[in-house]
């Protein structure tokens, strides 16, 4: 799959390289529509996580879910570093019609699982 704003290395696992390709395609879509109607870059911080690496997480202490959507290819963290770049990437997310987001203070996580609640809003 071709994106217009993302290589999809981006997405890699930190200890697989290529397993961005493990990224779903229909979350990939609305991604770079969202980045598109933002008009601004996204910075990927996390895509696509091996089991292995999401338990290395956990063991750290950092907040990541046994369960976690980036497991599935379906998540994404996106870096934010400002109001105004937190305003324009929510409001994009939303236009598009995503319905999982997750607000830290320097990231957005925003993921496409329908397993999961829908039009939830979450803090870290």
């Known amino acids: 799959m071709e994106l217009q704003n993302f290589r999809i290395s981006e997405f890699d696992s930190p200890d697989l390289k290529g397993s961005g390709e493990e990224m779903r395609t229909n979350f990939l879509k609305k991604l770079q529509e969202a ?8 910075s990927i911080n996390s895509g696509y996580r091996t089991k292995a690496y999401n338990d290395s997480l956990i063991r750290r202490g950092i ?9 599935k290819g379906l998540a994404c963290d ?22 999982r987001i997750g607000i830290g203070s320097t990231f957005i996580h925003v993921d496409l699982d329908l397993d999961k609640p829908q039009n939830v809003f979450w803090l870290y």
């Open 35 to 42: 980045r598109t109607l933002a008009g601004i870059p996204f």
């Open 63 to 71: 907040k990541a879910s046994p369960n976690s959507s980036h497991l």
């Open 78 to 99: 996106i870096a934010c570093n400002s109001s105004t770049e937190r305003a324009l990437i929510m409001s994009s997310l939303i236009k598009v019609g995503f319905k």
